[in-house]
């Protein structure tokens, strides 16, 4: 069993940052590969950023290309979002997820078998 907390979120203008963490449990974090989601009221959950297990391959989805950083750091079993020049529509829950099975990143939603219980980011324009 793998627990994941969020923390981070939070609100800010058009144009700032937020930097979200995600702690999670299991001796064997850096066998996983994690992902961050978001989603926003009435829309579908939305894979915005993943890691690989060694933190070396990652993926952005073209929304928040060049403005999300994802990152990891095995020895302290936790995962990183920083978010730059935040826009309105990236206002949404975000979700930490883990994917104990595989090593690389994958885009498959119901491939992630653990989830956190998600933050809240809200971008004011």
């Known amino acids: 069993q793998v627990q994941l907390v969020e923390s981070g979120g939070g609100l800010v203008q058009a144009g700032g940052s937020l930097g979200l963490s995600c702690a999670a449990s299991g001796r064997t974090f850096s066998t996983y590969a994690m992902g961050w989601f978001r989603q926003a009221p009435g829309k579908e959950r939305e894979l915005v950023a993943a890691?690989?297990?060694?933190?070396?391959?990652?993926y952005y989805s073209d929304s928040v290309k060049d403005r999300f950083t994802i990152s990891r750091d095995n020895a302290k079993n936790m995962v990183y979002l920083r978010m730059n020049s935040l826009k309105p529509a990236d206002t949404a829950v975000y979700y930490c997820?883990?994917?104990?099975?595989?090593?690389?990143?994958?885009?498959?939603?119901?491939?992630?078998?653990?989830w956190g219980q998600g933050t809240q980011v809200t971008v004011s324009s």
């Open positions: 997820a883990a994917d104990q099975d595989v090593c690389s990143w994958h885009r498959r939603r119901y491939g992630y078998d653990y």
């Open positions: 890691i690989s297990c060694s933190g070396v391959s990652t």
